[in-house]
């Protein structure tokens, strides 16, 4: 089961990608084109781009988390369909782009692609190899990327005036600057308290009374037993036997994975015009050195021109690949040219290819073929621990027939924990999940947990929340009603102590007269920043809503905080001009951000969207349906 941390970093990466909602301008279909998954006017978006993109957020996502999820976890987390908002919204735009005429040229796809500041190595300029391994890391081919850029750039052209055109009002910049922005100075003493007076030990009818009046403090959680059998595929690993004639014969066929290619070390020199490129060319032939021919007149230091050792394949750009892997060692190649401009490489060394050996890879290869066969055994014993039960025997019955081990767990409540507080041992959080959705004297469904098998419970007896009896927890209840009693003591003193000072009496006298802290709150926000000592949030909005001079008080846990305003520091936007800027952005881009989306709710309507949704619901490893459910 995916943690809530873990969801909440899914939202937030999910939301990175998606731009707006699709809003209310959609309708649905339920066949159609089994390779479309949506259409936007007359433009298509196919089931293909949308599984690569959803591929591109999972492999995020396994990053992000260090962890593999399933299919069923994509969809219920909303990644698969905010994917897909993401993808329409973008073709959207760009329906409307092209609509209204914008193109992008070939020349200025190119120099935007070399000018953007990702691509850029340790000399500041475009290098390949920093742009190979952006696209690498992210799963992109080059043909797709530079695609996907150039419908941004489009998507750009068309918003750029509403983005870059709105300038919120100085006077509106300048009233939220002063409020956000102004700080106050405060007198603080924190007074415990028991010092501001003492309480009576309470008989045991009130005791009673107290139990019964706050029996949520006292409840123990519902807690629940249940009996846990779990299917892994360590438990039928051992008895998986491979033959050596399988191991050589996949070996065989794997060949091509335990070899490595032909390596080359290139360098490239990359120039804007072919007349530059000449030029470079016959410095080289003439002998002079590589690096200072780059430098000189392609601006770019010997880290810039070095791609490193290289396959064929890693090479994006076909004619590039076939002229590196047609040079000899030390040779350099004529002028090449590309959208990025004008390659000049020289290949330092060659490798050749590499293969590992039978004997190197034996294990490793018996090991994969024993684990995918256990796989099998695995499944095929689920199948029958179904039926077993299907036929009428109970959990326990069917696990002693197919020799599975049966957990007992007892007392466990929904955090995991048993009745002692403690996280109970060898219980995970997905088993928890599925104990609590399962009722009494009911057995889960057989739940496939990925790497992990497959596991499956019977709950023997469900506890609901129950209030614990008085004589059990006494010594709690005492407390918590003398806590109680303290702190309204503590706080009727604490509001006549406020009165006191108001009067005129020290602060530093009250302090010291109650064995209290004191100490100076220094310039702080409405938000508490600045603080070095954290205050009660009543007492921040009190310290703001007071005059100078007042004073004002609030409880903070088993103590009582009075603070008495002190000084005032007015923001001024003019001085202060880094945060005024700020906020001027914030607005800026806030309502930048409104009318984006009114835009695009207009060219949705203007346009038409269409969601395929049987094809949005296929399962994703399928081409038009079947099985696959997790990665």
């Known amino acids: 089961m995916i943690s809530l941390g873990a ?84 073709a959207v735009f760009v329906e409307g782009a092209r ?48 695609n996907l850029f150039r419908s ?69 959680p519902e807690n629940r037993d249940f009996s846990l059998v779990r299917l892994q595929i360590k438990d039928v690993l051992d008895e998986i036997e491979v033959a050596e004639d399988k191991i050589r014969e996949t070996y065989q066929d794997r060949l091509d994975e335990f070899t490595v290619p032909e390596l080359r070390a290139i360098k490239q020199i990359l120039l804007n015009s072919k007349a530059e490129a000449e030029k470079a060319h016959r410095a080289l032939s003439a002998g002079t050195d590589f690096n200072k021919v780059a430098a000189d007149i392609a601006k770019m230091d010997a880290e810039a021109t070095d791609l490193g050792e290289v396959s064929r394949g890693q090479l994006p750009i076909p004619a590039l690949a076939d002229a590196a892997f047609e040079l000899a ?98 219980l995970d959080p997905e088993v928890v999940r599925v104990a609590f959705e399962t009722g009494e004297n009911n057995d889960s469904p057989l739940i496939d947990s990925g790497e992990n098998g497959y596991f499956m419970l019977h709950m023997d007896k469900v506890t609901p929340p129950t209030l614990r009896p008085l004589k059990t927890v006494r010594s709690q209840v005492r407390d918590a009603m003398m806590r109680d009693r ?22 530093a006298e009250v302090a010291k007269k109650f064995g209290g802290t004191q100490w100076t709150a220094k310039a702080f926000t409405r938000t508490g920043q600045g603080l070095e000592k954290r205050l009660p949030g009543a007492v921040v909005a009190a310290v703001f809503a007071q005059r100078l001079g007042q004073a004002s008080t609030a409880g903070a846990g088993e103590s009582q905080i009075i603070a008495v305003l002190k000084h005032i520091e007015r923001a001024n936007p003019l001085a202060d001009k880094e945060s005024a800027e700020q906020i001027r952005t914030q607005l800026n881009q806030g309502i930048g951000n409104d009318l984006t989306a009114q835009l695009a709710a207009a060219m949705r309507a203007k346009f038409g969207v269409t969601v395929n949704q049987a094809a949005l619901d296929a399962p994703l490893r399928s081409g038009r349906g079947g099985a696959g459910n997790g990665y």
């Open 7 to 90: 969801k909440v970093l899914i939202i937030l990466l999910v939301l990175s990608f998606a731009v707006w909602g699709i809003g209310d301008h959609l309708s649905f279909t339920g066949d159609g084109n089994a390779n479309t998954v949506a259409t936007v006017g007359e433009r298509e978006i196919s089931r293909r781009d949308y599984v690569s993109e959803v591929q591109r957020q999972i492999s995020r996502l396994r990053r992000a988390l260090g962890t593999d999820v399933t299919e069923d976890q994509l969809r219920a987390m909303g990644v698969t369909r905010r994917v897909l908002d993401g993808m329409i919204s973008q």
């Open 99 to 146: 609509d209204m005429g914008l193109i992008v040229g070939e020349d200025t796809l190119a120099q935007e692609i070399r000018i953007d500041q990702r691509f850029r190595g340790a000399s500041g300029q475009f290098d390949r190899t920093q742009f190979n391994r952006i696209l690498y890391d992210n799963g992109y081919q080059e043909g797709v990327f530079i």
């Open 152 to 220: 941004d750039l489009i998507r750009s052209q068309l918003l750029s005036g509403i983005i870059n055109g709105q300038i919120a009002p100085k006077s509106l910049t300048n009233a939220i600057h002063s409020y956000r922005m102004e700080r106050r100075i405060a007198d603080v003493i924190s007074i415990p308290n028991r010092n501001l007076g003492v309480v009576s030990q309470p008989p045991d009818g009130e005791l009673a009374k107290y139990h019964k009046d706050n029996a949520a403090r006292f409840t123990a």
């Open 329 to 426: 060692a030390s040779a350099v190649s004529q002028p090449i040219a590309s959208d990025l401009g004008w390659h000049i490489l020289k290949v330092t060394k060659i490798s050749a290819t590499q293969t590992r050996t039978y004997d190197e890879v034996k294990a490793q290869i018996k090991k994969e073929i024993a684990s995918e066969e256990a796989v099998d055994v695995l499944f095929k014993l689920a199948n029958n621990f179904e039926d077993s039960l299907g036929g009428g025997d109970t959990l326990d019955e069917a696990a002693r027939k197919l020799n599975f081990k049966v957990t007992k767990f007892t007392k466990t409540n929904r955090a995991g924990t048993g009745e002692l507080g403690t996280p109970v041992a060898g």
């Open 486 to 507: 303290r702190a309204e003591v503590a706080g009727r003193r604490a509001d006549g102590l406020v009165k006191d000072i108001q009067a005129g009496k020290d602060l």
